[in-house]
């Protein structure tokens, strides 16, 4: 933690504070119906999210999933566009065309997408791009413990290594790929190990931990900016929430979720800083306050942005309007 200054923990700390009361609105907000599609939130995972974003620049890429308010959050995104997105408005990153599971920001190099495994070859594909034009930006690929049994994990991890791509590969394993264990997916105990089998470096640390997460991404960082090529970090974490709004969880039990609710990360964190001496719980709580405005804003925001124009549904499908 020795390089992170008090203005960067409590940059770190709004982050957090500001996915988490984002999704609990969003969550909120759905239930009454007033957002169209699945929804998918990173309740419990703000510490990968902000561990890794945080520390990026606008021209690396971030790679993600169907689960990536939090990492397009950390990443730097337009709180307004992005929220007008999910409410399907004009407005929005993707003119409301995409929703949330397609969440595009060409201007901080952002994607995500609801294709399971799909973040790893694309995240390979911008470390190429970076690579052959000489530029020391990296890119990193979010993706689920489910998604590590995907082809697509091993073909990119190995096409990664060989070419020495300044690529991360970050492993979110919040325990479930829906509703089934990690345990009854694979036989592998630590998908860190696995890293091994293309001679990279794999790292497990505390996701719950967000100065563990930064720590280690850091390390991943330098070495992918320096060309020394790509490492696995697998983030042991929980998702608090069910996979989707409205599952009913049924495969949960309620101690496991008590344990987990004690490792909170954003509970951890705040005690962390408090210990310190040098930060107030009045700091806190004008952060606080300040992404309250903020969220109910880009709410405001998405909710008198008109709907998309039935006439433009197939504009900006194809580049150029496409082939005739
Ligand atoms: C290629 C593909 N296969 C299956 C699915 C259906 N599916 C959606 S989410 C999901 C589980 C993903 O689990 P994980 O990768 O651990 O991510 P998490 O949901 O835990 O964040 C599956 C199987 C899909 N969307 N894409």
Redesign the pocket.
Known sequence: MADLSKEQLLKMYKKMVLIRKFEDRIGEIYGKGAIPGEM?LSTGQEAVNVGVCIQLRPTDTVAA???AHGALIAKGVNLNKMTAELFGREAGLCKGKGGHMHLFDPSIKFSCS????ASMPLAAGAALAAKRKGTDDVAVAF?????AN?GTFHESMNLAALWKLPEIFIC?D?Q???SVRKEASTSVISNADRAASYGIPGVQVDGNDVIAVYEAVKAAIERARGGGGPTLIECKTY?IKG?FEGDPEVYKTKEEQEEWLKKDPIKRFTDMLLSRGDITQGELNDLDRDVKNEIEEAIKFAEESPWPKAEEALEDVFVNGGVD
């Open positions: 998918h999933t169907h689960r609801g294709i399971v495994g993706f689920g413990d489910g998604a995907q979110e919040n479930f790929g829906i998702r996979h």
